[in-house]
């Protein structure tokens, strides 16, 4: 009997245990049927913390709408230091226009010391104006010295009137021995005038020599037009001896028109040999036409062998 109930309280034991465990399975997959999902975020909030149109506030909650007052915030203080248009000063602390008001100013001192066109002088302090008054008469006096045609003379100094003028008139006479046609020799002193004129007289004397045509032969000394001269004749004896179309045979001696005939001789035989069309068969003499002859018969007999 006592074995019997042993064995009884052991199986209800087991039976309670059993549904111990299946109670709490069923109530885990209830919790995990009943648990809400993480949703993602809301696309009307993020529009709205971006800034973009498609924001309804009216859809926003208490918290979103302090969020999003406050990005509004940072970005309109954005704008507003780095002076976009979108910049909104009434919506700016005292604080805020103060530190807007200071980028501002740098701003504007930097546009001023650069020279930019949008400088507004009248907003600098009198320190950094008093600068920029200097800043200006220096970037004046530099373009002076530099000939520019932005260049206010009326703002110089005599000091500087007369570095001025003196780089001007370097200027000038470097032009004028460059035989620049911006040169006004006017401006000139007397020795400056004369060595400007020899330059031009070597100018001259080489443009003559090389055969250009900016050459004034009026201009030549009876020594340097003889030197042209012999120059002109050595190089036309030379086209003719080439056979160069600017030859001149006219203005040839009676040896020098001997040599340059027997030179187009001897390259009309050529020519002929080849069978190209500068050939001009009424020239060639009895012997010549016998060595075209047989050039023309090597040739064939080479392609009869080469076809075989």
Do not use: W
Not at 147 to 164: E, F, I, N, Y
Not at 176 to 187: I, K, M, V, Y
Request: charge should be positive.
């Amino acid at each position: 009997m006592p074995v019997r109930i042993l064995v009884l309280f052991g199986l209800l034991g087991v039976v309670a245990a059993a549904g111990a465990g299946q109670q709490s399975t069923t109530t885990q997959a209830k919790a995990s049927r009943t648990k809400p999902k993480a949703l993602p975020a809301d696309s009307n909030v993020q529009n709205c913390l971006h800034g973009l149109s498609g924001c309804d506030v009216s859809a926003l909650s208490p918290d979103e709408i302090k969020q999003v007052s406050l990005v509004s915030k940072k970005r309109n203080l954005d704008s507003c230091m780095e002076g976009s248009t979108l910049c909104d000063p009434t919506r700016l602390s005292a604080a805020e226009a103060t530190a807007v008001q200071g980028a501002r100013y740098r701003r504007n001192l930097v546009k001023c010391d650069t020279g930019s066109p949008t400088c507004e002088p009248l907003l600098l302090d009198a320190k950094d104006s008093e600068a920029l008054h200097k800043v200006v008469q220096q970037r004046n006096y530099d373009k002076c010295l530099d000939g520019s045609v932005t260049c206010d003379p009326t703002r110089l100094t005599p000091l500087q009137s007369k570095a001025v003028d003196s780089a001007s008139l370097r200027r000038n006479l470097d032009r004028c021995n460059e035989g620049s046609p911006t040169c006004d020799p006017l401006r000139l002193t007397p020795a400056e005038a004369s060595s400007v004129k020899a330059a031009a007289a070597r100018r001259n004397l080489e443009h003559c020599q090389d055969g250009l045509s900016s050459c004034d032969p009026t201009e030549l000394t009876p020594a340097e037009a003889k030197e042209v001269r012999n120059t002109f004749e050595r190089r036309n004896q030379a086209f003719c001896k080439d056979g160069l179309a600017n030859c001149q045979p006219l203005e040839l001696r009676a040896a020098e028109l001997n040599d340059t005939r027997a030179g187009f001789r001897s390259r009309n035989v050529e020519a002929c040999k080849k069978g190209l069309p500068a050939c001009d068969p009424s020239l060639l003499t009895g012997p010549e036409m016998a060595m075209v002859t047989a050039a023309f018969q090597q040739r064939r007999v080479r392609v009869r062998t080469q076809n075989q």
